[in-house]
């Protein structure tokens, strides 16, 4: 008798056991996600919204050049907020400090753009999130590049920053603008990296793209966190100023070794998520008071 019981036990215990270990079968109703779709624009980068005053933009090129700027104070941070006389007599300055070179500053970020995101997203990580046919019904993402080689103040050494606009629609909705800015490795001087048709700088912006393109996938899919508590003082380089600038923040988290820094406020040219290496930018939490 007390085996036949515990038998029966063992019977009626195996469709519950199966429930734990078996999946539940998939909803018939439940659509699977259509993928983004990334276009990348040929515009390069808005002089009324994108750009301080005074920079010099490299002719047939999505480069423009700044850093050098004399006064104009705060404005230069600003899209068209300056002051009109200040910005051409800048423009007349980066003009002259890169005439020479312009040929080994170009740089088609476009292209390297689109060929860097086609092999990412080969692989697995971004397939199921993203495509480069647009989908009925689906969203896209409009990609702008350009590049940013700042005159670091007083001297002839450069900081190249790759930048990536983005603009995800979707329907009649527009989207939020987010910009992404990377720049890796310390200034350096403007005749190294023109030398040899400007090789290093070419392998500079290369490396560069590749890092703020997988950064700005992650966070267009998967964004990260904004806690408007992560408040941050920063001091350093930035795009486009020639100087170190103490500026507030939000800190993002990581990507690899990088922190993210997102300074906000849609008129700064350099609002959007900063790639920073360790070390490049002093970081300390904003304290209470």
Known sequence: MMKRMAVLALVAAAPAAMAQTTPPPASASAAPAVPTAIVFSEKGANGMSDLPMGVHRIPDSNVVVSGYQGGGGIGMLFGVVGMLVQSSVNTGVGTDKVRTVEDDLRFDVRAKAIEMTNTIMAGDAFRSAYTLTPQPGGSTMTVTPYVVLTFVKKTEDLRPY??????????????????????????????????????????????????????????????????????????????????????????????????????????????????????????????KK
């Open 162 to 287: 790759v930048v990536l606009k983005t603009k995800v629609a979707t329907g009649t909705d527009s989207g939020k603008t987010i910009k992404y800015f990377c720049c890796e490795g310390k200034a350096l001087p403007l005749a190294s990296l023109t030398e040899n048709n400007g090789a290093r700088l070419k392998e500079l912006l290369t490396s560069e793209l590749d890092t703020a393109i997988n950064v700005m996938l992650r966070d267009r899919s998967q964004p990260f966190l904004r806690n408007d508590e992560a408040k941050i003082e920063t001091f350093g380089m930035v795009p486009f100023v020639g100087k170190p600038l103490k500026w507030r923040g939000f800190d993002l988290g990581q990507y690899k070794d990088y922190n993210l820094v997102e300074f906000r406020g849609g008129m700064i040219v350099f609002s959007g998520v900063n790639i920073v290496e360790p070390g490049s930018l002093e970081i300390k939490p904003v304290v």
